[in-house]
């Protein structure tokens, strides 16, 4: 009913930047949190930064200043734009949103499918 469909990522040198984004569509009633998430080979599953319904921001540690987060409520996307980007920054991301269904009471958990970011010269 809910689907979360990424785009953008890829390979970029060292210093560049990406930009990706994440459309959330289906039988939607309203959106709360909106997060961007990262996990790199042997690595655990990292919050790098999320954004609240009013548009609030917070980032982890390894991003700040380097990587913003926004939301456009009308077309239920959020993004993730990734400046000065570094060779630890390679992992797989994944949005991850809070979605209420229409008619529903609460919200649920949803996930977008992952796209591949490879930082390396």
């Known amino acids: 009913q809910v689907q979360l469909v990424q785009s953008g990522g890829g390979l970029v040198q060292p210093g560049g930047s990406l930009r990706l984004s994440c459309a959330a569509s289906?039988?939607?009633?309203?959106?709360?949190?909106m997060r961007w998430y990262r996990q790199a080979p042997g690595k655990q599953r990292e919050l790098v930064a999320h954004?609240?319904?009013?548009?609030?921001?917070d980032y982890g540690d390894s991003v700040k200043g380097r990587f913003t987060i926004s939301r456009d409520n009308a077309k239920m996307t959020v993004y993730l734009q990734m400046n000065s980007l570094k060779p630890e920054d390679t992992a797989v991301y994944y949005c991850?949103?809070?979605?209420?269904?229409?008619?529903?009471?609460?919200?649920?958990?949803?996930w977008g499918q992952g796209t591949q970011v490879t930082v390396s010269s």
């Open positions: 954004i609240t319904s009013s548009s609030e921001t």
């Open positions: 991850n949103a809070d979605i209420r269904l229409w008619r529903a009471a609460v919200f649920g958990e949803h």
């Open positions: 289906g039988n939607i009633g309203s959106i709360n949190t």
